[in-house]
């Protein structure tokens, strides 16, 4: 907390005021990604004349675009969201944190509900595609970002989230 505070040209005490650690204050800056991610989300939703299947590439043009919002707070978050760090956030925080990803889940699943109930994707709960979803794209990302460090040369995550989401499209479309 020390460094940031130096690097920000505040006092440690006054990044005390607002985060109780850096967990805290990381954690803080995913609300950003997620507040992002929900309002792209919606906007997918909220496409009068397109169909599911329209709507699912551009909520998967949609993700990518998330990443590119801010690549390194995303992957933070993801980090955030496999460990222990979340019960250490304060209530209030822990809530927003919380409330933006279930609505922002929620928005994934109305996409996936629409396909279902037109019986243009497999008849499978609308939560739990949102969820294998949001798990595929995390883990490309994630896979993908510790790959980088091995060859910073390498940058695969826009070809290689093309084919895990084909991979996803086609094994959602009702037989």
Do not use: C
Not at 15 to 20: H, R
């Amino acid at each position: 907390m020390e460094d940031i505070a130096q690097e920000a040209e505040l006092s440690p005490g006054t990044l005390y005021l607002y985060f109780k650690n850096k967990e805290e204050l990381y954690a803080s800056l995913s609300l950003r990604i997620l507040q992002y991610l929900l309002i792209r989300v919606e906007h997918v939703n909220d496409e009068k004349d397109a169909g599911p299947e329209e709507k699912l590439n551009s909520l998967m043009e949609a993700m990518y675009d998330v990443y590119e919002f801010d690549p390194l707070i995303i992957i933070n978050m993801f980090h955030l969201q496999s460990s222990e760090t979340l019960r250490n956030l304060s209530p209030e925080l822990m809530d927003e944190i919380k409330d933006l990803s279930r609505k922002s889940l929620s928005s994934i699943s109305k996409i996936f509900k629409e396909g279902v109930d037109a019986g243009l994707f497999i008849d499978r709960h609308p939560v739990a595609l949102a969820d294998s979803f949001w798990s595929l794209f995390s883990g490309v990302v994630l896979w993908l970002t510790s790959k980088k460090l091995i060859d910073e040369e390498k940058d695969y995550l826009k070809q290689t989230l093309d084919i895990a989401f084909e991979i996803f499209r086609r094994g959602l479309k009702a037989e």
